[in-house]
């Protein structure tokens, strides 16, 4: 049995991880860059070791000095969060090599379902749908004009080793198919090191909808429901939220069926997630899975009721697991904001630096994941996320109506962030009627983008404040002042003296 | 005590006629108000103006002068002005903004590239450099033609916030 | 409808009121005495007004300058939260005088409620199981010897208009009657002007097991289980949870049926709460009702999945309750423990002072109801509570180890406090096992005092933290240094000169 | 650079050995220690130490000599112990202890009662003045039976933490 745990990252996942060890009884053992001393994971582990420099290349990322940490600890075994080496297949398997228990899928699984060409294929042979293109890699242009001619414009070429939009290209019409498809493998072969590529069909209006799931080695697959993630900025989730104001129960039973088929088909054990893009006609096609804990499980902890982490280890124990998939159910609704370091106003630009001061949202049905604390400096080498906010409440009005009582509590100086944009989102009527997609952020940008009102009296008062805290700062250092001031230095100097005994 | 203060493109003058404990009297231009205001924690304000409850938050600048402020719906920069600060900005008026011959990176971050050289002429939307931050990339680009007066950092330098990178002539 | 509230409190609960006022889109009216300006609840509130010196008779419980305040902001409504004008008839017809809606029940219904006497008299009517004991007042000695003998010893005497543990006398047997019923009516007389007082059966090893309730004006009366708030200490709450350890479906199920009754024989509107003092044998007689919003209300919302002070308004506003009793079902397990700023070791002596550093528990399972803030002044004119620290988990073990997670991570520097002693309880059999009375606390003592193990390397880093702070600041403050010291104060001070123009 | 510190009833000798950024070497009595110390926020200090991760929590006394010491495990009184310190615990040695004839509040209050008099003789368990912090009272007693030498303190006065308020002879 598991007693010692590693947690191979940092930020607010590692607290998070660490916190449900704690609750298990298990020790843990923190891990941190040179830039991170005084992060709040290393300040929360049991034990915590440096594993190099900055940047996450020499750090988060090497195997070896994790490995090594591991030994030299005692882990029993290594939780690897999200990121990082999360789907890292060779990570996985070192870790059995050196008979440490990795807390995530095997190897295999992760390789698997990590190439999206060969995970498009296992679908489609478990019988999971997935976006109408390609089952193989295509080099030859002549082909690919064949091909796209088959599925239909619009259409997406995607790099097949692919992430993060790059190798990426929407077609509209024929004439561009060319141009496009050279460019993709082009940009492939720079990003990836790997010039394949594949044809998918462009879903207009998506949704991004997932499935968590999990799966114990006995077999065993359960899924918890979806979570809505169509919130994006720069590819990047939001706001997620669960249960899906898109979605009907018929089609939440079937596609939870697909998610442990598609799981099932790759021997999968540990929590995962099934992406699915869902079309505003609730046409749906498998999108990729991820093997690890998501950013956004939370919603789903509150709305099912269970911890993913202690379910996790109790799989990684080889234990059974206890949930039943006809005995779990979505009580209320839960929503979850992610909070960057970043500036709303210039292309969401991360903006690394100290925080001065926080006051943290609290209260009735509020759950708040984080880790910066006050006079913690942000590092730049690393994710923007400070922090994640989850309302509940028995209704999706009442959660949206805490959110937006949260985020108006919630207070960060010193570094920008997005607090104010995701107050602003509470208040358009698509979020509030749940009539969004993908293209949410974009199609509501006006909106977005202006200020909230502070009127006359309101920038009195700001400029007041600035008045008041000038005057009391020259006050502190008038020089008609400064004689006193000077000679009461001495007789301070007199006091500490003889306090202290110098 | 008055001073000028401008909260983005408004200014205003603010004059300090009473004061006893949290308790002010002030003028901001033609407006008088009665104050309660107190330092709740560092550079958090709560004032009280007849009943409403406004919670402020500064963060002050390199100068001394200059803050940010934040009120419940937005946030503003603010600046006191006084005799120097005006000499300068009426300076400033007859020349040209300096800002545009120089690139600055707004945030900290690692130069990942510097595609262009000293002396060299470049064209408008020409990426000049490149800067990460946050597992993000920033292209910073030429906003007209011009050439390339300076390079003041090098690929794999650390660059702080406001740090001039590049001077174009 | 209701628009804007009035919070006549402070504190925690005055801050825990406006929060779902502000999700409900309500203005809010804090108020404040002369020693709260800096509190939380006036930061919090849309509008603030004071209301005299520190002395709550001068402030919180002057009904002249609240109701002033009131009809100052135009509010429309009074939330009481507990403690100060909460159970007060003469303030709840005042607001209905004034036309201004109480949030809370009628004169009438706190009145009854009020005296203990009258209390019995009416829960005996309606068929609620009292404490066997007399219906009406006694003044003559004789008479009390004779229904002493009736009942049988161990026995109580209590102040009919008593509270607070005053006028309160256990007698164990009959030769100590008489002196005790001189003392109780003395006592009875010095602290409430009225030496009426009333005999009841002892109940040994009892539980306290209340039933929370609510009504509307329609007559709908509902129970939303109950709560156990067993350990006490001084006669205060310290930790509560539900369900209760003791309960059974049946047991539940009846007790709630009697205290829907408790209410409907007062014509209660509004949330409030049907104490019974529990045996071990599981017999439960009707203790009091506390007409209003508990301080342990945060684990019925929790477990049931309610908004109580949100059901309050809408009681208020007239609306009929929403909620159907044989919907309702109890979700987990929720347990509260209440953070004091008291001194443990030397009988529980309140603590007030500056806070100079919190940590505050968060992550999944956890609700955090607080109001202090880093360097606030804890004023001594008010109750000793700080915080409401409140977890959740599918089972009572969970539950206990998430608190248990909780407590270790809730640090507060400046005053002293019970979070080491809440630390403690999570680890003794007793309460674990759900196997304690009233008395655990006594019960419990010698491991509750003694100090958790810092063995010598924990203590070497303990000295080693004195030594390097020392270190650094001796090193500020050295005389060799000093000379340099001194030219850069006079260069701080032409730098800052410079800068600022003086 | 060497200090005895005394923590509760323990006495130890600290010497720093080398310092280099938050790497310390040093030495607590003949154990020698290389660790990882810095501090995070105002007062809290994070020590690694052959991989154990301590958090400890400082508050700082009047003296500057003087810190209550938070573990995660419990709290301490701790002292820094220089030649003036010795000096004075050697003098108080062959004294007695001044405490007990003094009657202080352990927190801040405000008096309600002080049912004795300057002159009066009481009997040890005889209340001297009562004191009333956050609703509750706490009632001083006499330990033994002495004389009321002074009073410092009148009914309604407020307190503060550890005043002295009544002097027994």
């Known amino acids: 049995m598991i007693r010692k745990v590693l947690v191979a990252n940092r930020g607010e996942i590692a607290v998070r991880v660490m916190r449900s060890c704690r609750e298990l009884g298990l020790m843990t053992v923190g891990v941190f860059s040179e830039a991170d001393r005084k992060a709040m994971h290393v300040r929360y582990a049991d034990e915590a070791y440096c594993i190099g420099p900055a940047p996450s290349r020499e750090s988060y990322l090497n195997i070896d000095n994790i490995i090594e940490v591991a030994k030299k600890s005692g882990t029993d075994a290594i939780h690897p969060g999200y990121g990082f080496l999360s789907e890292n297949a060779a990570f996985s398997d070192r870790c059995k090599q050196e008979g440490i228990i990795f807390i995530g899928p095997t190897a295999h699984s992760i390789a ?180 690890r ?81 006050e006079g913690y400096e942000i590092p730049m080498y690393y994710d923007p996320l400070i922090s994640k906010l989850i309302t509940w409440a028995k209704t999706r009005p009442e959660a949206i109506a805490r959110m937006r009582r949260a985020l108006y509590e919630y207070k960060i100086t010193g570094v920008k962030t997005n607090i104010k944009f995701l107050e602003k989102i509470m208040d358009i009527p698509d979020f509030i009627n749940g009539n969004y997609n993908t293209h949410f952020i974009e199609k509501n940008n006006d909106r977005l983008t202006v200020s909230k009102v502070c009127g006359t009296e309101c920038e009195d008062m700001a400029m007041v404040a600035c008045f008041i805290d000038y005057l009391d700062k020259i006050e502190k250092i008038q020089p008609q002042k400064f004689t006193e001031e000077f000679a009461s230095t001495w007789k301070d100097f007199g006091r500490k003296r003889s306090v202290l005994r110098l | 005590m008055a001073y000028e203060i401008k909260l983005e493109h408004r200014t205003a003058r603010i004059e300090l006629l009473n004061r006893a404990g949290s308790k002010v009297l002030l003028a901001v231009d033609d407006r008088k108000y009665e104050l309660d205001v107190v330092m709740v924690e560092k550079g958090v304000y709560s004032i009280l103006y007849d009943g409403q409850s406004y919670n402020i938050e500064l963060i002050e600048g390199d100068s001394g002068k200059e803050y940010i402020v934040n009120t419940n719906a937005r946030s503003f920069n603010a600046e006191i002005i006084d005799a120097e600060s005006k000499y300068l900005e009426n300076r400033m008026l007859g020349t040209e903004h300096e800002g545009e011959n120089e690139i600055s990176s707004p945030m900290p971050g690692k130069v990942i590239k510097i595609p262009v050289s000293e002396g060299e002429s470049v064209t408008a939307g020409q990426t000049l450099i490149v800067v990460e931050a946050m597992k993000m990339q920033s292209e910073f680009k030429a906003t007209a033609d011009r050439v390339v007066k300076a390079i003041l950092v090098k690929e794999g330098d650390t660059v702080n916030s406001h740090q001039v990178m590049l001077k174009l002539e």
């Open chain 1, 112 to 291: 698997t379902m990590g190439d999206k060409i060969t995970a498009r294929q296992t679908m489609t042979k478990a019988g999971v749908p997935v976006v109408p293109g390609t089952t193989e890699k295509i080099t030859d242009e002549k082909m690919s004009m064949k091909i796209a001619g088959e599925i239909g414009y619009p259409l997406m070429i995607k790099a097949s080793a692919g992430g993060g939009g790059k190798g990426m290209r929407l077609v509209r019409e024929a004439h561009e198919m060319l141009p496009s498809f050279r460019t993709a493998k082009s940009e492939a072969l720079n990003a990836f090191g790997d010039d394949s590529v594949y044809i998918e069909k462009y879903i207009e209006s998506p949704h991004h909808i997932e499935f968590q799931i999990l799966a114990d080695r006995q077999g065993n697959v359960i899924h918890l429901f979806e979570r809505e993630c169509s919130i994006q900025r720069r590819h990047q989730k939001v706001i997620e939220e669960t249960p899906s104001p898109l979605m009907t129960p018929e089609l939440r039973d079937e596609m939870g069926k697909f998610a442990i088929a598609a799981a099932k088909a790759v021997n999968y054990e540990g929590a995962g997630t099934i992406e699915f893009i869902v079309s505003d006609a609730r046409d749906y096609y498998f999108l990729e899975m991820n093997t």
């Open chain 1, 293 to 373: 804990l998501q950013v956004e499980h939370p919603i789903t902890e509150r709305v099912v009721g269970v911890d993913l982490v202690k379910e996790q280890i109790n799989i990684a124990n080889g234990l059974p697991l206890t949930l039943k998939q006809d005995e779990l159910q979505q009580n209320g609704h839960s929503i979850q904001c992610r909070i960057y370091a970043e500036d709303t106003d210039h292309n969401f630009m991360p903006q690394p630096g100290t925080v001065t001061h926080i006051t943290v949202p609290l209260g009735l049905g509020v759950r708040y994941d984080g880790y910066v604390y």
